[in-house]
């Protein structure tokens, strides 16, 4: 079967750095997205990364390691309108992305 | 820009009812599929298109059917509907597929009673 684990809540102060985590196993890799999704809304691109290593965007970074099956969205100068829910999703070849589960995350004053 | 419309965004279906949700979008993307999300459980692939008259099942087709006769619209419908069709349903586009940024509708929150 194809998965991708990610934590389901992270809880962070605002200013702080945040790491969500995401882990995959799936029949074949493309490349890993990361979206933001916000309560009653639609989910919003962030990152993609097809080869190991850091994407840097703004306040936002990704990571791939495609040896470890493993990657991560870091948010920096975390701000309260960053509380959201976070989904890693895999292309797996034959045009199918696959998402996680999600991870919602709360950003406290 | 209006992106990916996806009508209507409110639905209560009645068990064994049909029904289409409609999806356009005017980027001219050859791609485009269909995801309905479930509270903890994330997005799910439905179904799938390349392009025009291309389609293919994603992770959970049964119950739901769609068709692609232009590159701009991409409906999908639900046969005969079930409680376990509740969801939200998402629609979204991209220029080539899965290493592409996706671009997502505003959503169809179906209700089946």
């Known amino acids: 079967g194809q998965s991708l684990e990610q934590p389901s809540e992270v809880t962070a102060v605002e200013g702080a750095i945040v790491q969500i985590n995401c882990t995959y196993q799936t029949s074949g890799f493309y490349g890993l997205s990361w979206y933001q999704q916000h309560d009653g809304g639609a989910p919003t691109f962030l990152s993609y990364n097809a080869l190991d290593g850091l994407e840097e965007t703004g306040r936002f970074s990704s990571f791939l390691s495609r040896s470890d099956s493993y990657g991560y969205l870091l948010l920096q100068e975390l701000q309260m309108k960053d509380s959201a829910s976070y989904f890693c999703?895999?292309?797996?070849?034959?045009?199918?992305?696959?998402f996680g589960a999600g991870t919602r995350l709360f950003v406290k004053a | 820009n209006a992106g990916v419309t996806q009508t209507p965004k409110f639905q209560v279906l009645k068990t064994g009812q049909s029904m289409t949700l409609q999806c356009a979008q005017d980027?001219?993307?050859?791609?485009m599929s269909w995801y309905r999300q479930d509270p903890g459980m994330g997005l799910r692939l439905i179904h799938y298109?390349?392009?025009?008259?291309?389609?293919d099942q994603g992770e959970v087709p049964n119950g739901y059917n769609v068709s692609r006769s232009t590159t701009e619209d991409f409906p999908l419908r639900l046969l005969s509907a079930a409680p376990s069709q509740t969801s939200v349903y998402f629609c979204?586009?991209?220029?080539?597929?899965?290493?592409?940024?996706?671009?997502f509708g505003q959503g169809t929150r179906l209700t089946v009673v």
């Open positions: 298109s390349v392009g025009a008259g291309i389609t």
């Open positions: 979204a586009s991209s220029p080539t597929g899965g290493n592409t940024e996706a671009f």
């Open positions: 980027m001219n993307h050859e791609y």
């Open positions: 999703a895999v292309s797996t070849g034959g045009f199918k992305t696959i």
